[in-house]
């Protein structure tokens, strides 16, 4: 059976190096959202809790509540939270309505547009919301934005940066004006903040930098370790001679004489579908991946029982021409996960 081997020892030397950087393990709040970019929600928190992290970030309440016990403080950035949902769980606010609809006395993040222009909050409604916060009796735990040019750097990053930080000045006064208790602030992720020489914030939401991955050029990028490896099992396996077809429409030329084998892995398991337009696509030792994939196998230079069909998701991004989070994040749930 197929399945995806979370190396542990790589995940704590990510969250060492991110954590040396931040200058303490406090500011490190993970993001699990997405079944934790794919590798598994559950796995990753039990590591997560483990090392010591005490904030994550989820993408709804579905996933908050499959890791409730785990950590002291879960923010579903999306959708409603249960008023019977734990108090351990915030609630995102992207919108005045959201404030005016939420459960009296919920604990609350609000998240604001600091130039994305996606989700959020606008910085001249920070007044309105923060008076039907007191209003309401909803409790401010947090206030963050998201920078859409973490991985770019430059003046772009750095002026919606200048954004956030009116934010939290703004926030701040009122605090003390009005008397509520002052909410942590975080405006930056992983491209973002591993740039940043010095993290003013209370918290730093990591996620693919965690997992062994950064898509900004930065020196940190390259000493950081994928956690992930995907196993495939043999289905079957026959030789076949060069030029045979193989598979729909006959796509999979034999390049040569070999054994080929079929292996329990397709893109029904949500790996993106190889055809004969895509670039040469190999395992991770090598072994050629013929088209077309099919929905729950795929074909291969290989005669092994279990091949490894990749340790490090940038070969498959770049023939896709995506990203690493595309490529991890479609991976099935489906498909069991094993720490080492």
Same mark, same amino acid.
């Given at each position: 059976m197929a399945q995806l081997i979370i190396d542990s020892s790589h995940f704590k030397h990510n969250l060492d190096l991110i954590s040396s950087h931040l200058g303490s393990i406090d500011k490190l709040a993970l993001v699990l959202k997405d079944n934790a970019y794919g590798h598994g929600i559950?796995?990753?928190?039990?590591?997560?809790?483990?090392?010591?992290?005490?904030?994550?970030?989820?993408?709804?309440?579905?996933?908050?509540?499959?890791?409730?016990?785990?950590?002291?403080?879960?923010?579903?950035?999306?959708?409603?939270?249960?008023?019977?949902?734990?108090?351990?769980?915030?609630?995102?606010?992207?919108?005045?309505?959201?404030?005016?609809?939420?459960?009296?006395?919920?604990?609350?993040?609000?998240?604001? *547009?600091?130039?994305?222009?996606?989700? &959020?909050? @606008?910085?001249?409604?920070?007044? $309105?919301?923060? +008076?039907? #916060?007191? !209003?309401?009796?909803?409790?401010?735990?947090?206030?963050?934005?998201? *920078?859409?040019?973490?991985?770019?750097? &430059?003046? @772009?990053?750095?002026?919606?940066? $200048?954004?956030? +930080?009116? #934010?939290? !000045?703004?926030?701040?006064?009122?605090?003390?004006?009005?008397?509520?208790?002052?909410?942590?602030?975080?405006?930056?992720?992983?491209?973002?903040?591993l740039r940043q020489e010095k993290i003013e914030e209370d918290l730093v939401r990591i996620g693919i930098a965690s997992y062994g991955y950064l898509c900004a050029p930065i020196p940190i990028a390259s000493k950081l370790k994928p956690i992930a490896s995907l196993w495939a099992h043999q289905i079957s396996k026959r030789t076949l001679e060069k030029e045979i077809k193989i598979g729909y429409s006959g796509a999979g030329v034999m390049p040569r004489d070999h054994v080929i084998s079929t292996y329990d892995l397709g893109y029904g398991d949500g790996l993106l579908r190889l055809n004969e337009h895509h670039g040469r696509l190999t395992c991770a030792q090598g072994e050629e991946i013929l088209p077309r994939m099919s929905m729950d196998c795929f074909s291969c230079l290989s005669d092994q029982e279990k091949i490894c069909v990749f340790d490090n998701a940038w070969k498959w991004a770049e023939i896709f021409g995506t990203t690493p989070y595309d490529i991890l994040v479609k991976l099935s749930p489906s498909i069991p996960r094993s720490i080492i």
């Open positions: 559950k796995e990753i928190a039990k590591l997560a809790r483990d090392y010591g992290i005490k904030s994550v970030f989820v993408k709804n309440e579905m996933e908050a509540l499959m890791i409730q016990d785990e950590f002291e403080h879960i923010t579903a950035l999306y959708g409603s939270i249960s008023p019977t949902s734990p108090t351990n769980i915030y609630q995102t606010i992207h919108s005045i309505q959201m404030l005016k609809s939420i459960s009296p006395q919920r604990g609350i993040e609000l998240k604001f *547009n600091v130039g994305m222009n996606r989700n &959020g909050l @606008e910085i001249k409604q920070i007044q $309105q919301a923060i +008076q039907l #916060i007191l !209003e309401r009796k909803l409790k401010l735990v947090g206030v963050f934005s998201h *920078n859409g040019y973490g991985d770019d750097g &430059g003046d @772009e990053m750095q002026k919606q940066h $200048q954004t956030s +930080q009116e #934010i939290k !000045e703004q926030i701040t006064y009122l605090a003390s004006k009005l008397g509520f208790e002052l909410p942590r602030f975080h405006f930056l992720s992983s491209s973002g903040a």
